[in-house]
């Protein structure tokens, strides 16, 4: 009888750190995939930036005016907080923003979120 309390006690152990090793792997496993997800939303963030940025440098050479030089003074000082872009290119940038969240929203969900 001692002998079965003892098999049993012993067989409870070994099932309840199986468990708790499966959990901890699957909680490391959840903890790499939120992170990959910021990683590709943040990666979305900072592309629609840089596509904002690029739109307002060429919004800023197609106005310039006067000498090459009066050109290189402006464009230098340009500041993207004053760049207004068309309603058009502000839809297309958006679009592309929402389709790049939508893909890492996709990917987590169905946990394949690609590292960067």
């Known amino acids: 009888m001692l002998m079965l309390r003892l098999l049993g006690t012993t067989v409870a152990i070994i099932l309840f750190a199986s468990t708790a090793s499966a959990l901890a792997q699957q909680q490391h496993g959840d903890e790499k995939l939120q992170g990959r997800y910021r990683l590709c939303m943040d990666k979305a963030a900072a592309d629609f930036l840089e596509e904002?940025?690029?739109?307002?440098?060429?919004?800023?050479?197609?106005?310039?005016?006067?000498?090459?030089?009066?050109?290189?003074?402006?464009?230098?000082?340009?500041?993207?907080?004053?760049?207004?872009?068309?309603?058009?290119?502000?839809?297309?940038?958006?679009?592309?923003?929402?389709?790049?969240?939508?893909?890492?929203?996709?990917?987590?969900?169905?946990?394949?979120?690609?590292?960067?």
């Open 52 to 116: 904002f940025k690029s739109s307002c440098d060429v919004l800023c050479i197609r106005q310039r005016h006067g000498n090459e030089d009066d050109y290189r003074a402006r464009h230098t000082k340009w500041n993207t907080a004053n760049c207004t872009l068309s309603a058009a290119e502000t839809d297309r940038q958006e679009l592309h923003l929402e389709r790049a969240r939508d893909r890492c929203l996709n990917e987590f969900k169905a946990g394949i979120t690609a590292p960067p």
